[in-house]
């Protein structure tokens, strides 16, 4: 029998619902930020928020992960939605699964924030992605900042673990870093722009 050859109305039919699916299922991808937060402040935020939460093992309500969603670099957030950042918080989440009730302390407060961070980014819409690049986020920022210095000694914020001296030690590293995270959170708001 002589194959059938669909018309070509019926290929554009078939292209555009191609095209509808494809974009239905596609992820959100973040566009290139705004002049808000440096680049090289983005960074600093981040790694302090990441220490601070190596140091305490702990993350109260998540305030330190918004932070690090908050300023994340474009380079990161695209590292998150690339094929890698997609295998490595599967992989993350994967070891909490299977090996969460062997898992305990500093090593799973980092393991929580970075995969929820990327599950963050990776499901994050378009509307987040405008938002962050907002005046309205770093206030936001800044805010935390605050609520994190306020609280600091009424949270305990010495570890969960180690002698006296150590968690004193602790206690001070944290404070003097949150302190910092202050300070390169001041530029979104327009403040001490020219320092950084």
Known sequence: PTPRVASPAARARGAVRAD??????QV???PPPMVIVPPTVAFMTC???VL????LGRD???MLLAQIALNAPYA???????ETG????FGILAMRTFFGAHLSGRFDALLNCFATLGLLIITAPNQAWVWRDTVYAAWLNVAICVYRLATHASSGDGGETGSRSSKAFIFFIAFVAKIGLLVLALPGIGL???FF
């Open 76 to 82: 990161v957030t695209t590292w998150w939605l690339g």
């Open 60 to 62: 109260e309500h998540g």
């Open 28 to 30: 959100a991808v973040p």
């Open 192 to 194: 001490f722009n020219g």
């Open 52 to 55: 601070v939460v190596a140091l």
């Open 20 to 25: 509808a699916a494809s974009a239905l299922f």
């Open 86 to 89: 997609h295998f490595v918080c």
């Open 47 to 49: 790694i302090l928020a």
